[in-house]
Every structure is written in C-alpha cells, then in structure tokens.
C-alpha cells in the first residue's frame, strides 16, 4: 500500500464506504478489445493503452479500487475450445496488475487482484488441480504486491472456497464474490451458507457480482449477513452486480436470458437506477459498493455521488455533471431546462422506444451444472458434431419451455 493509503479492512472496519470499479470484460468487448465467447483479458498485453484508459474513467467516477483486468487469466481458460492466444497467464496477470497500479497511484484507489471459476472445475478435475490453477495467479499478485485479493464470479461454492484457502495463504486481505441470486449457488446452497462457509474457508468480505440486477443482488447480499449473523460470525459485505434489468432470471441469472449476450442494451439500468441501489445496498449494510457487466464510468459516478455525503468526498468526474441534472439549467430549450430538477429524474418512467418488444423474456434454463456432458471443456476447438448437441438441446429447451 502507498504511503498515506489506508487498506481496505481499515476503511471498511472504520465504516467507511469503498467504491468498486464496473464491468471490464463487457466494456471491454463493445470497445473491440475483448472477444465474447472466451471473454478473456489478453488486452492488457495487446491493448493496454484501451485498459488502462478504462481503469482512469471509473477513478475519475469515483472508484476507490482497481481490479486488475485478469478475469479468466488461467490457463486453462486461456488454451479452451480452440483459444490459441501464445500469451501465458502468468504475462497478462503481470501486465494487469502494472495498469491497476499505475491508475491507483493517481488517486486514493486500491489494487485488488481477482481470479474467478475455471474451466477445470466444471470438467471436474480434483481439487488439488484447481488449486495448482489459483496458485499460478496468486503467485503472480504477490510478486506485484497488490493491496487485497477478491475471488469473484464463483456458480459454485465449493470451488469459492478452494480459491479462498490459496488465497488466504498470501496474508492479504480476501474477499469472495459469487456470481448467484437469493436461490443460492448452482447446488442449492443457499446464499447464508454459502457466506458462512466462505468467511470460515478466511474470506474476511463476502457477497455476489454480476448475473442479477442490483436489487436481486443486494438481497442475495442480505441473505448471506442474516447467515454470517445467525452462524456467530464475522465479516463485511460487498456488491457488485450487473447493470442490467433481470426480473425475468432463473437461478443461472442473466446468462439464460435469450438476449445474452449482444442484445442486453434494452435492458440497462439509468444513473437514476443507481441512485436508488446504492441507497438500498448502503441501507442494509454493504459497505463495499460496485459493479460488474454492463457498467461503465457514469453507473460508478452515480452511486458516488449518491453516497458522497457519507463518504465526505466528491469524484472528480461530478464536475461535468450536476446533481440530479442541475446543468440542464444551461440548456438553450427551455423544456429541458424544466427537467433540471431531482422529482423529474426520480418520477421518470423511461420507454423503451420498441413497441412490438415484449417486457421480459423466457430464460432458456438447461438446468445443465458442474458433472453434466455438455459442460466438460477441452482445448480443442467446438466440433461440428459438439454444434449439433447443443442446437439439439436448445430445441428441447425451448419445446418445454
């Protein structure tokens, strides 16, 4: 940690409000820096003018960390299905964690390191292999030194907890993140034991990120305090959810959704939105507020500058906006100008401008999980024959639907 930077357990020991960053792979992709399908971050060795660009907008909205860009860095994500990227995980972890320092140091921010689910686990390989996978990035965030580690993106708490313990033995703080809805995780463990068995496996921060929208998450969050509480345990809590309205999710969440994932635009959330979940996460006692997939700069701006009487500071990037749109005072047409005011926004039911587009959607809901054919991978590319299967089962889906 720089001289003067307080950690992120004094902060949030101290009650203090800590702002995450947003969603980089999805940014990412409608930049052009990333592919959907393996959504891996090799961008930060090919491009990482692009990354470090984007660490400097959520800084200047207000983030407190920096999460380096190494979702799905391990190897075995790296070389699946096809993926030849002749770059190691070890050289885009290392890349990764010099961009999310060079931001922080610009700022009050934090680095934190992030790994999340593999490939190997879904294929069931045992928990000895998994773990050699989180050690190989462990080992490349303490030799760069990053201020806390976060496992994140996590269907499955079992494997949560293999990433925790390898984490855990690097001294840093931890904090875990899954990826699941008040149903709990993939296996039916609900969110309380999923956080209990978390914080007892040494996460000292607990909660979920993407899949759901921010309401569904924060009551996801809730649901793992009321557990932690119920269990005598200690911990602080964190959120990081999609930017995305998913009223309309199955337990697998946002994936399942027919939109997913090039047709979610409909769907995002307003500044407005994000004033009103932050609020909501803030009331029920998370302290560690951010986002994932879906979110860009101004979502971070909005839940920074909702919380900034109780954080006491105002981002950098509220100069070129008004609270509540106080600079549409200065706008030549005077019905704009009449939207310059808090009521407006917060009353506002915005349209979708697709009248023939239905409200929700009907997730696709395979029910397929960890142990299932048609989720073990290998580094060979996707066959025809593979194609095939899965039309097969989407057809099936969607006759039972």
Partial sequence: MAPGKKGILERLDAG???IGDGGFVFALEKRGYVKAGPWTPEAAVTHPEAVRQLHREFLRAGSNVMQTFTFYASDDKLE???QNLKISGAKINEAACDLAREVADEGDAMVAGGVCQTPSYLSCKSETDVKAIFKKQLD?????????????YFEHVEEAVWAVEVM????????ASMCIGPEGDMHG???????????KAGAAIVGVNCHFDPMTCVKAVKMMKEGVEKAGLKAHYMVQPLAYHTPDCSCQGFIDLPE????????????WDMHDYAREAYNVGIRFIGGCCGYEAYHIRAIAEE???????????SE????????????TKPWVRARARRDYWENLAPASGRPKCPSMSTPEGWGVTKGHDALLQHKEATSSQEMKHVLEMQKKSKSSA
């Avoid at 490349?140 to 994140?152: G, P």
């Avoid at 997913?260 to 500044?271: C, G, Q, S, V």
Wanted: charged share 25%; aromatic share 6%.
């Fill in 307 to 317: 919380l900034a009487p109780e954080r006491g500071v105002v981002a950098p990037g």
């Fill in 80 to 82: 699946n299905r096809g």
């Fill in 140 to 152: 490349v965030f303490t030799k760069k030194n990053v201020d806390f580690l976060i496992a994140e």
């Fill in 189 to 199: 463990v609900s969110p309380g034991d999923c956080a209990v068995r978390l914080v």
């Fill in 168 to 175: 855990k033995t690097s001294g840093k703080p931890v904090a």
């Fill in 320 to 331: 070129k906006h008004g609270m509540w749109g106080a600079g549409l005072e200065m706008h």
């Fill in 16 to 18: 203090e409000v800590v």
């Fill in 260 to 271: 997913f994932p090039f047709a979610l635009e409909p769907r995002i959330m307003t500044r």
